[in-house]
């Protein structure tokens, strides 16, 4: 996603960003305890390096936000039309 932002490919960028909502919702899931403590650690870190960079972003997308709405809509005008009519 940040390199979608930082060339202003702001489709792009929504494309990612769908994708990161829904691997976000998958991190509910994730039984902390079960995991080595190795594999918590490297997890726990992966995540605020996410997090730090997504904070990064905040600031050009709502710069963006005009832009975005118009492209967000298309986009999900484009996914009922393929969900109506198939591929």
């Known amino acids: 996603m940040m390199q ?22 998958e991190l509910r899931d994730i039984n902390w305890q079960s995991l080595p403590a190795g594999e918590r650690d490297v997890l726990a870190e992966t995540l ?25 809509r298309n986009l999900q005008n484009s996914a009922k039309m393929r969900r109506a009519y198939g591929p």
Do not use: C
Request: charged content about 25%; overall charge negative.
């Open 4 to 25: 979608w932002a930082a060339k202003e490919n702001w489709e792009a960028f929504l494309m990612e960003a769908e994708q990161y909502v829904a691997l976000s919702a």
């Open 48 to 72: 605020r390096k996410t997090q730090t960079q997504i904070d990064s972003l905040l600031p050009h997308a709502e710069a963006r936000r005009t832009e975005l709405v118009g492209t967000l």
